[in-house]
């Protein structure tokens, strides 16, 4: 077997004298087993084992006690019983440092209850008469079970690691189920949406669907804070909130003191009577969801986009409820940004969301996203911003799809090799031109 080294950590200078002087049968024995040997004092420790050549044997006297021993060792792990010692220099071909183990044990010097103490924290020991085989037999038992504990934490990580990833396209696959997979359309008009999560799940939703018995097309873009699998659980909730009760608008008790039906109309404009039938489902929706997240789980909440479109004329009842303005483009190439008109949902119990409306025009496109689309940072840090993203949907004409195309390749090209930090959620609609 190749040679060993170890450290024989002293007491105090005078013993390091002394031992120096008259020898030491510790010395003695170490180097009968073929292991060379340096001294150290108690503080010398850090530079023996941080150094490029760590030993394989860190021997301490018992009369340190137990907690310095035990401060010692915390030096050799770094979490998961990793060492701490430096990594193999490059051109090792021996691979003596590859997966380098420093073993530590405790030699009496002194009184035995120190020694005692030592042992009840697991440290192994030598006591007078040393042989060096025994030594050297310890030492490679210690070896061979870390090496051992290693591999067994190595295959319950393996293991542990399997398991969540089973669970995570689980949670995947649910969420997935919970996002639309085809979307409901009217004559005369196209909808369409691109979704990229940042990781496997996302606090990110989108949603489209019928109301009034297809006499409006609601839509929906969201943002839960916080991000993977707690806003996801959030993302499903609030989604199902918002859409079930929008369809069962006035059947809940759950929402019993909203504003009558008489004063959604007053809050509209007196000349698109066409939208009331749309108020109360979007503001039952907006406001019951925040009720319901406030009273049973403080702390989550999301900005939240919900439209209620009429086909017909093209009249589009909205609440925008702290969430980025969506960019309504017009035929023209002229910007109109649909603000907020309410908090974020979740946030107080005694939030007011207000409907505003817009008309879209044959050729008009709206497009609605989330702030991981201007969030989007480059390698050095820059965020790809509004006004670029506005530059950009102002000069485009053409289908939803193909606005989509061009926004997500030019978020694309400002990420270069950067990392996608959130989710990326777009939906455009746009009014087909001759309707």
Same mark, same amino acid.
């Given at each position: 077997?190749?040679?060993?080294?170890?450290?024989?950590?002293?007491?105090?200078?005078?013993?390091?004298?002394?031992?120096?002087?008259?020898?030491?049968?510790?010395?003695?024995?170490?180097?009968?087993?073929?292991?060379?040997?340096?001294?150290?004092?108690?503080?010398?420790?850090?530079?023996?084992?941080?150094?490029?050549?760590?030993?394989?044997?860190?021997?301490?006297?018992?009369?340190?006690?137990?907690?310095?021993?035990?401060?010692?060792?915390?030096?050799?792990?770094?979490?998961?019983?990793?060492?701490?010692?430096?990594?193999?220099?490059?051109?090792?071909?021996?691979?003596?440092?590859?997966?380098?183990?420093?073993?530590?044990?405790?030699?009496?010097?002194?009184?035995?209850?120190?020694?005692?103490?030592?042992?009840?924290?697991?440290?192994?020991?030598?006591?007078?008469?040393?042989? $060096?085989?025994?030594?050297?037999?310890? %030492?490679?038992? /210690? =070896?061979?079970?870390?090496?051992? &504990?290693? +591999?067994?934490?190595? @295959?319950?990580?393996?293991?542990?690691?399997?398991?969540?990833?089973?669970?995570?396209?689980?949670?995947?696959?649910?969420?997935?189920?919970?996002?639309?997979?085809?979307?409901?359309?009217?004559?005369?008009?196209?909808?369409?949406?691109?979704?990229?999560?940042?990781?496997?799940?996302?606090?990110?939703?989108?949603?489209?669907?019928?109301?009034?018995?297809?006499?409006?097309?609601?839509?929906?873009?969201?943002?839960?804070?916080?991000?993977?699998?707690?806003?996801?659980?959030?993302?499903?909730?609030?989604?199902?909130?918002?859409?079930?009760?929008?369809?069962?608008?006035?059947?809940?008790?759950?929402?019993? $003191?909203?504003?009558?039906?008489?004063? %959604?109309?007053? /809050? =509209?404009?007196?000349?698109?009577? &066409?939208? +009331?039938?749309?108020? @109360?489902?979007?503001?039952?929706?907006?406001?019951?969801?925040?009720?319901?997240?406030?009273?049973?789980?403080?702390?989550?909440?999301?900005?939240?986009?919900?439209?209620?479109?009429?086909?017909?004329?093209?009249?589009?009842?909205?609440?925008?409820?702290?969430?980025?303005?969506?960019?309504?483009?017009?035929?023209?190439?002229?910007?109109?940004?649909?603000?907020?008109?309410?908090?974020?949902?979740?946030?107080?119990?005694?939030?007011?969301?207000?409907?505003?409306?817009?008309?879209?025009?044959?050729?008009?496109?709206?497009?609605?996203?989330?702030?991981?689309?201007?969030?989007?940072?480059?390698?050095?840090?820059?965020?790809?911003?509004?006004?670029? %993203?506005?530059?950009? =949907?102002?000069?485009?004409?053409?289908?939803?799809?193909?606005?989509?195309?061009?926004?997500?390749?030019?978020?694309?090209?400002?990420?270069?090799?950067?990392?996608?930090?959130?989710?990326?959620?777009?939906?455009?609609?746009?009014?087909?031109?001759?309707?």
């Amino acid at each position: 077997m190749a040679e060993l080294s170890a450290v024989l950590v002293l007491r105090d200078r005078t013993s390091l004298e002394t031992s120096q002087e008259d020898g030491h049968d510790l010395d003695e024995a170490l180097r009968a087993a073929r292991m060379r040997v340096v001294h150290a004092l108690p503080d010398e420790v850090v530079k023996h084992l941080t150094g490029p050549d760590p030993p394989d044997l860190l021997l301490l006297p018992s009369s340190l006690g137990a907690d310095r021993v035990g401060r010692y060792g915390m030096l050799l792990r770094r979490g998961n019983g990793d060492l701490l010692v430096p990594p193999a220099p490059e051109g090792d071909p021996s691979g003596r440092h590859q997966g380098r183990h420093t073993a530590v044990m405790v030699y009496l010097d002194g009184e035995l209850a120190d020694l005692e103490a030592c042992v009840k924290h697991g440290y192994h020991y030598l006591v007078p008469p040393y042989r $060096g085989s025994l030594i050297r037999t310890q %030492l490679m038992c /210690d =070896v061979e079970r870390h090496r051992l &504990a290693r +591999v067994a934490e190595e @295959a319950a990580l393996a293991v542990s690691l399997r398991q969540y990833e089973r669970e995570l396209r689980i949670a995947q696959e649910i969420q997935e189920g919970f996002l639309p997979s085809d979307l409901p359309c009217a004559p005369g008009w196209e909808i369409d949406v691109r979704f990229r999560p940042a990781r496997a799940v996302a606090g990110d939703f989108y949603d489209a669907f019928p109301l009034l018995q297809g006499r409006r097309l609601s839509i929906v873009v969201a943002d839960v804070c916080d991000k993977g699998v707690g806003a996801a659980l959030f993302m499903a909730l609030i989604r199902t909130l918002l859409r079930h009760t929008a369809e069962h608008a006035g059947q809940w008790n759950l929402f019993d $003191g909203l504003p009558p039906l008489e004063a %959604l109309a007053r /809050d =509209v404009r007196q000349e698109s009577p &066409a939208l +009331v039938p749309g108020a @109360a489902p979007l503001l039952q929706a907006m406001t019951g969801t925040n009720r319901y997240m406030t009273s049973n789980h403080q702390g989550y909440f999301a900005t939240v986009f919900f439209g209620v479109l009429d086909p017909e004329s093209g009249c589009l009842l909205y609440a925008n409820g702290g969430h980025n303005p969506p960019l309504l483009r017009r035929v023209g190439g002229r910007l109109e940004r649909l603000q907020v008109t309410g908090p974020a949902v979740g946030l107080h119990p005694d939030s007011e969301f207000r409907l505003a409306e817009v008309r879209l025009d044959p050729g008009d496109v709206l497009l609605a996203y989330t702030d991981g689309v201007t969030d989007s940072r480059d390698p050095e840090g820059e965020f790809y911003g509004e006004d670029r %993203l506005s530059a950009l =949907v102002r000069g485009l004409a053409g289908t939803s799809l193909g606005l989509l195309d061009r926004v997500e390749a030019d978020v694309q090209a400002h990420l270069r090799d950067g990392e996608q930090y959130d989710d990326i959620t777009m939906l455009a609609l746009r009014r087909l031109a001759g309707r």
